[in-house]
């Protein structure tokens, strides 16, 4: 496809710092505190949780951990409410952030290849938010969620849609579809976000149409998510393996 403005096929010995930032929502938490454990290997990356992960913001999110790289952060002042994705009312900003925007698009079709677990306690995503240095630029596009615990070898669940978070100009309008392939093997979810529009894919059969659409730059969210204390040790490490992410312009 023309027009491409993102890649990162993950074939590097280490983490392309121009594309990803690893730490998840570091203002709420801290930069070490939500750090990301990955390991790139054979052209893919890896996100991981390990047994000994500690939750990356226990006051206020439990005991989830989060291994997570974003294309972009901007916070406002110690001690603020200022800041991308304020997912309580309750939280500050513990830590200053210097603003970055390695790769905040606005329109085009986004695209990750991945493999989901299957894991109960566990949820893979590729998700955008509004970079949000004004407040409501906010909105959440969910280009795809998975659950473990909806995940069958034929079959899975795969959240997609949009979030108005604080953007008043965006009606939620998210659901689960099924889709009728193993998640747990390689395949490619996509949505191509226009002006007016976005439609979402799973290895490029159309899933989703939502007629609205935020205007905005928006920031890509790779994220794998544990939910509750480690239990069955001899599970971990938990991962979720990703082919490439891929960014296009669209006409």
């Given at each position: 496809?023309?027009?491409?403005?993102?890649?990162?096929?993950?074939?590097?010995?280490?983490?392309?710092?121009?594309?990803?930032?690893?730490?998840?929502?570091?203002?709420?938490?801290?930069?070490?505190?939500?750090?990301?454990?990955?390991?790139?290997?054979?052209?893919?990356?890896?996100?991981?949780?390990?047994?000994?992960?500690?939750?990356?913001?226990?006051?206020?999110?439990?005991?989830?951990?989060?291994?997570?790289?974003?294309?972009?952060?901007?916070?406002?002042?110690?001690?603020?409410?200022?800041?991308?994705?304020?997912?309580?009312?309750?939280?500050?900003?513990r830590e200053e952030q210097e603003p970055r925007r390695l790769w905040t698009p606005r329109y085009g079709r986004i695209e990750v290849r991945m493999a989901a677990p299957a894991a109960p306690d566990v949820m893979v995503a590729l998700w955008m938010i509004?970079?949000?240095?004004?407040?409501?630029?906010?909105?959440?596009?969910?280009?795809?969620?998975?659950?473990?615990?909806?995940?069958?070898?034929?079959?899975?669940?795969?959240?997609?849609?949009?979030?108005?978070?604080?953007?008043?100009?965006?009606?939620?309008?998210?659901?689960?579809?099924?889709?009728?392939?193993?998640?747990?093997?390689?395949?490619?979810?996509?949505?191509?976000?226009?002006?007016?529009?976005?439609?979402?894919?799973?290895?490029?059969?159309?899933?989703?149409?939502?007629?609205?659409?935020?205007?905005?730059?928006?920031?890509?969210?790779?994220?794998?998510?544990?939910?509750?204390?480690?239990?069955?040790?001899?599970?971990?490490?938990?991962?979720?393996?990703?082919?490439?992410?891929?960014?296009?312009?669209?006409?």
């Amino acid at each position: 496809m023309p027009g491409l403005a993102f890649e990162d096929d993950f074939d590097g010995p280490d983490l392309d710092r121009s594309h990803w930032l690893p730490s998840y929502l570091p203002q709420w938490s801290s930069r070490e505190q939500a750090a990301a454990r990955y390991t790139l290997a054979d052209g893919q990356l890896r996100l991981r949780i390990d047994a000994d992960q500690p939750p990356w913001c226990p006051e206020f999110d439990g005991d989830v951990r989060v291994s997570s790289l974003q294309t972009g952060v901007f916070a406002g002042p110690l001690g603020s409410g200022i800041g991308q994705h304020r997912f309580t009312p309750e939280v500050v900003v513990r830590e200053e952030q210097e603003p970055r925007r390695l790769w905040t698009p606005r329109y085009g079709r986004i695209e990750v290849r991945m493999a989901a677990p299957a894991a109960p306690d566990v949820m893979v995503a590729l998700w955008m938010i509004g970079y949000e240095d004004e407040p409501e630029r906010s909105a959440e596009i969910c280009v795809c969620e998975i659950f473990g615990s909806e995940v069958a070898p034929d079959r899975a669940l795969v959240g997609m849609g949009v979030h108005p978070f604080g953007d008043p100009r965006i009606s939620d309008e998210f659901e689960k579809v099924e889709v009728r392939v193993d998640v747990r093997a390689l395949h490619t979810y996509a949505v191509e976000w226009r002006p007016e529009r976005i439609e979402f894919f799973v290895d490029d059969a159309r899933r989703k149409v939502v007629d609205q659409s935020p205007d905005y730059p928006v920031q890509l969210m790779l994220s794998l998510y544990a939910f509750g204390p480690p239990s069955e040790p001899e599970r971990y490490p938990e991962e979720f393996v990703v082919d490439h992410v891929r960014g296009y312009r669209l006409d």
